[in-house]
């Protein structure tokens, strides 16, 4: 297969490249890059640090009625989430949704008080459909051609 290639000659208005890349330019491509890509780290960390010490030293004074915090306030610690106001960022997505399922069904599936002064009860919904089935759903009076009962 390879001889097949050998003797295949290419048309005469055809051209292609001859020369390859040397690996020679590939790697010093990749070395220098990996130089921009450390310095610039670098560079950013120190920014960075020289940002926080710049914006520590020229805070204004504190209220003195104000309680003061001796912890690092970037980092949120464990029940930090409780002091935020409703509503709040979900911490475990499926297993709040799994109790409202769950409180949900058995509010569908048991008897309760919806009003107790009033005298409002619930019932299961397998019971509320029985008894839709037995008693039928409310219906209109028919009307005329006038708009009047008949």
Same mark, same amino acid.
């Given at each position: 297969?390879?001889?097949?290639?050998?003797?295949?000659?290419?048309?005469?208005?055809?051209?292609?490249?001859?020369?390859?890349?040397?690996?020679?330019?590939?790697?010093?491509?990749?070395?220098?890059?990996?130089?921009?890509?450390?310095?610039?780290?670098?560079?950013?960390?120190?920014?960075?640090?020289?940002?926080?010490?710049?914006?520590?030293?020229?805070?204004?004074?504190?209220?003195?009625?104000?309680?003061?915090?001796? $912890?690092?306030?970037?980092?949120?610690?464990?029940?930090?989430?409780?002091?935020?106001?409703?509503?709040?960022?979900?911490?475990?997505?499926?297993?709040?949704?799994?109790?409202?399922?769950?409180?949900?069904?058995? $509010?569908?599936?048991?008897?309760?008080?919806?009003?107790?002064?009033?005298?409002?009860?619930?019932?299961?919904?397998?019971?509320?459909?029985?008894? $839709?089935?037995?008693?039928?759903?409310?219906?209109?009076?028919?009307?005329?051609?006038?708009?009047?009962?008949?």
């Amino acid at each position: 297969m390879s001889e097949e290639m050998k003797k295949h000659d290419a048309p005469a208005n055809e051209e292609f490249e001859r020369q390859d890349l040397s690996a020679k330019g590939v790697v010093i491509f990749l070395v220098v890059i990996a130089v921009i890509g450390v310095a610039s780290y670098f560079l950013m960390t120190g920014m960075y640090g020289y940002l926080d010490r710049y914006e520590q030293a020229h805070q204004p004074p504190q209220n003195p009625l104000v309680k003061s915090l001796e $912890t690092n306030t970037r980092r949120a610690l464990i029940g930090d989430e409780r002091k935020f106001p409703e509503p709040r960022l979900e911490m475990d997505e499926r297993g709040e949704l799994g109790s409202v399922r769950s409180q949900e069904e058995q $509010t569908l599936h048991s008897y309760g008080w919806v009003d107790a002064k009033a005298g409002t009860v619930r019932i299961p919904i397998e019971r509320a459909m029985e008894l $839709t089935v037995q008693r039928g759903l409310p219906v209109r009076p028919a009307l005329n051609a006038r708009g009047k009962k008949e």
